[in-house]
């Protein structure tokens, strides 16, 4: 689904099996951002076939946490030139609950290329500003593209819903202050990791507030 010039949304629609969205920016970068399970990335390389690409054409993946319908797939790179990102507080959590996981990231010596942090991340002529989310995990991040207004949220807010906080690392607390800081930013498309896509500034604010209203009391 293209959301805008250079914005593709490949929205998981498999009620059959859990497997995360994930985002492809088609600019002077080519970035890909949660690659899903890696047993399901069949379907990320039929998206990317149809806009006459290849996993192999990719500059760079973010990963917005390390749970495995986020990052398993990133397995599929290790032989390329495609360079993976994660935030640097993540990493240490990939690595302590691999195991629990069955290999979160595919071992628990996975080794990202690039740690991000909080702060803005240059790709090209892309810049993009990393914002540390936690709660759902404890390195998640969301990543927001101002060019765009476009939130790419991870399993931090969805339509309609929130993230867990009962697996491993999560944070009630620490999820409503990620989401807080979030909805004060000027956001056009919320692109979360399951779920719908929220387009149209009002229908984005009214999320926000829809899930703080209902959901907060839950976590």
């Known amino acids: 689904m293209k959301i805008s010039e250079g914005l593709h949304a490949f929205v998981w629609q498999d009620p059959t099996a859990n497997n995360a969205n994930t985002y492809l920016i088609d600019g002077s970068k080519k970035i890909l951002i949660d690659p899903g399970h890696d047993h399901l990335f069949g379907s990320v390389k039929d998206h990317l076939s149809r806009l006459s690409l290849a996993p192999q054409d990719m500059d760079l993946v973010i990963v917005t946490h390390g749970h495995p319908d986020h990052v398993e797939a990133v397995r599929a790179f290790s032989n390329t030139r495609t360079l993976v990102a994660l935030h640097e507080t993540e990493l240490g959590f990939v690595k302590k609950v691999a195991h629990y996981h069955g290999a979160a990231a595919g071992n628990s010596n996975f080794e990202p290329q690039i740690l991000l942090s909080e702060g803005d991340l240059l790709a090209g002529d892309l810049v993009f500003r990393v914002i540390h989310t ?12 101002p060019q765009k207004k476009a939130l790419f949220t991870g399993d931090v807010i969805f339509y309609q819903g929130l993230g867990r906080t009962d697996l491993p690392g999560g944070d009630s607390q620490a999820l409503k202050e990620s989401i ?3 909805s004060k930013l000027e956001v056009e498309h919320l692109l979360p990791g399951h779920g719908e896509v929220v387009s149209g500034a009002p229908l984005v604010k009214r999320n926000f507030s829809e899930v703080e209203r209902v959901w907060f009391q839950y976590i």
């Open 134 to 145: 936690p709660g759902h995990s404890p390195g998640s991040i969301s990543l927001y593209w």
């Open 180 to 182: 807080r800081r979030l």
